[in-house]
């Protein structure tokens, strides 16, 4: 059985910071690419960043510099660290696992995580 567990969200305040990981299993994690996505109130779920089997990563433009996404596959573990952080990056942020072989696409998700940025 497939799991992605993310570690709990919170509240923080405006510049603040805050790192989320997520714990997966069940799967051979190494071979997977791994995404942080999110969803805003009201809007629709968003890529946020991305890291390769090969340890590649890539990152949507409003959060270049402030956030960097790791993995540990050793620990099949990935992180998202958020540094910077603004009240337009309230959302509930999801783990994604995914992978694709013989044109099958394997796509796992996490329950996810609320983050709140406010004053």
């Known amino acids: 059985q497939v799991q992605l567990v993310e570690s709990r969200g919170g509240l923080v305040q405006p510049g603040g910071s805050l790192r989320l990981s997520c714990a997966a299993s069940?799967?051979?994690?190494?071979?997977?690419?791994m995404s942080w996505y999110r969803q805003a109130p009201g809007k629709q779920r968003e890529l946020v960043a991305r890291?390769?089997?090969?340890?590649?990563?890539d990152y949507t433009d409003s959060v270049k510099g402030r956030f960097t996404i790791s993995r540990d596959n050793n620990k099949n573990t990935m992180y998202l660290q958020m540094n910077s952080l603004k009240p337009e990056d309230t959302a509930v942020y999801y783990c994604?696992?995914?992978?694709?072989?013989?044109?099958?696409?394997?796509?796992?998700w996490g329950q996810g995580t609320k983050v709140t940025v406010s004053s």
């Open positions: 994604n696992a995914n992978r694709r072989f013989q044109r099958v696409d394997y796509d796992y």
């Open positions: 069940g799967i051979i994690f190494r071979m997977y690419y």
């Open positions: 890291i390769t089997s090969g340890g590649s990563t």
